[in-house]
């Protein structure tokens, strides 16, 4: 079991979520017996953020399921620089945590603290992110990398990309065309909103009809 000691200044909880870390690098441990531990502290938590802001704790990824059931968790949020391929460490606890989340259907990635060049890769994202996951947000290094994540993650139903990429966007409204027909989205400086139709399968010797309602999509979000 850990023992958590803060400071005076605390953070809001309720049964339902925690914002955990905003005071993250003041915390410290105390290693008590594990076996005085039989469940975690908190059952019922469906929203958690975690924050690292400038350095992350060794222990966290053994400390986080101690505190909370992770089997609750429906939406998570990173507020992370620090998932990065500099720290192989960090992603592959990140993407054991967040396979325990067994009900996640929003996952977020973004660090609210740097507008730079994300160091994540569509691999990294894609190995991240679990397969149950409905809604995702992340920060990732340029548009062809977008286009990766929105082929590989077919149970995503939604998704917000923050990007650096001056190129154009045209192939990812092709993609969206020819494989997830029915799509929608809007764009904005460095910003993609992606709303995700069903994949779509092309018949066997049925020549596929190019005028579908996606190809208004192009005139319809970039104005």
Not at 6 to 31: A, H
């Amino acid at each position: 079991m850990l023992n958590i000691e803060k400071p005076e200044r605390t953070v809001g909880l309720d049964e339902k979520s925690m914002t955990w870390g905003m005071l993250i690098d003041q915390f410290i441990f105390v290693p008590l017996q594990v076996e005085e531990m039989h469940h975690p502290l908190f059952l019922k938590v469906e929203e958690l953020e975690i924050d690292f802001k400038y350095h992350k704790l060794s222990n966290w990824a053994f400390f986080v399921p101690t505190l909370i059931d992770l089997t609750a968790i429906v939406r998570f949020k990173c507020s992370c620089a620090l998932i990065c391929r500099t720290e192989p460490h960090m992603l592959a606890q990140m993407t054991s945590l967040l396979q325990q989340m067994c009900n996640l259907l929003s996952l977020d990635l973004c660090s609210p603290y740097s507008n730079d060049i994300s160091s994540l890769t569509a691999e990294d994202v894609c190995l991240m992110t679990p397969s149950h996951v409905r809604h995702l947000i992340v920060r990732i290094q340029s548009l062809s990398e977008i286009i990766i994540v929105l082929e590989r993650l077919e149970h995503l139903s939604g998704a917000k990309f923050y990007f650096r990429d001056t190129s154009s966007t045209r192939p990812i409204i092709k993609m969206l065309k020819e494989k997830r027909n029915g799509s929608s989205c809007r764009i904005n400086s460095f910003t993609l909103y992606v709303w995700l139709g069903k994949k779509h399968i092309q018949p066997r010797g049925k020549k596929r009809d190019s005028r579908t309602p996606a190809d208004s999509l192009y005139s319809q979000t970039i104005r």
